[in-house]
Every structure is written in structure tokens, then in C-alpha cells.
């Protein structure tokens, strides 16, 4: 069977309306996660509090991002004007948005957890956040975990109940 490509998995209309968040391997396999409501309303929370706080760029749900491990897809993104302008028209990133943040789920682990965090900054991420539901977040910087975000300092979210 051949590998498949992120054009292939966009394609496909059988995996349109699946209730998970998918991604791609490098080796070309389909890495599929169960998405759920909390998981969801954090997200919501994440947007709205990038909008607030950086309103000179865009804050998104999941965008796909070609990295060393395969399309990576981040639950929320903030990207600049500039990086819109050089990827407005772009299908599928090669580039990261400045900000990648993941809402961590009871299904990751601290390993694939680490490695998204590589994946981001190898595409060129400015900085990753990990966020509980509890409304905590992990910063990261390429240079390692820091504790605090330099591109929207103060940024807070409530937990999910």
C-alpha cells in the first residue's frame, strides 16, 4: 500500500466527519484522537483569550502543519498579519504559526507531548503551550520550558468543569 499524503487524508470523504482530530505520521499512517466537549470549550476559552490579548493577528483551531514527525494539527494557533500574508493561501503550513498550543488530554503522554513540542519549533513556532483543563499552561520557548509567555504575557483561562 502506498504512503499516504495529507492530500490523500483531505480527500477522503469517509474520514470527514469523524468525531476525532486527525494527523499524519511521517511514515505516512493515519494517527486519529477522540475529541470531547471539555476538550472542545477550552479550545473556545484559548481563542478567545489570544483575540483578546494579541489583537494584531489571528487566533485558530486546528491547522495542519507539515513537521518532522508528520502533519502535526495543534488545537489552537496564533499566527501574525505577516505570517498570514506569507501563508494566507496555504492548504497545509510548512511553516508554524508563531504560537502552538495542545490541550492536553488524559490520552498524551509526557513523551508525545515533548515530541509535538520539538515538531513545532523545528517548523519554526516562536512558542508552544501545553494547557490543562484546569486552565494551567506550560510555556515553551525553543530553548525549553519557561514560565511565562513573552509574546502574550499575563494570558489566563479558566478551568473547565
Known amino acids: 500500500m502506498p504512503t499516504l499524503q495529507w492530500s490523500d487524508v483531505v480527500a477522503d470523504k469517509s474520514l470527514a466527519n469523524l468525531p476525532y482530530k486527525i494527523e499524519l505520521s511521517s511514515a505516512g499512517k493515519i494517527e486519529m484522537t477522540p475529541t470531547f466537549f471539555p476538550h472542545g470549550r477550552m479550545a473556545a476559552r484559548l481563542i478567545a483569550a489570544l483575540s ?4 494584531a493577528g489571528e487566533a485558530a483551531p486546528e491547522i ?4 518532522n514527525i508528520g502533519i502535526r494539527v495543534p488545537d489552537v494557533c496564533w499566527y501574525s498579519a505577516e505570517f498570514l500574508a506569507r501563508h494566507g493561501k496555504d492548504d497545509t503550513l510548512t511553516e508554524a504559526p508563531e504560537i502552538c498550543a495542545e490541550i492536553v488530554s488524559a490520552s498524551n503522554s509526557e513523551a508525545e507531548m515533548r515530541a509535538k513540542v520539538r515538531a513545532y519549533f ?20 525553543p530553548a525549553g520550558e519557561v514560565a511565562a509567555s513573552a509574546l502574550c504575557p499575563g494570558v489566563k483561562l479558566a478551568p473547565v468543569n
Open 52 to 55: 483578546r490579548a494579541l489583537p
Open 122 to 141: 523545528g517548523a519554526g513556532a516562536k512558542e508552544v503551550w501545553l494547557v490543562e483543563l484546569d486552565g494551567s499552561i506550560r510555556f515553551f520557548a
Open 64 to 67: 495542519a502543519i507539515q513537521t
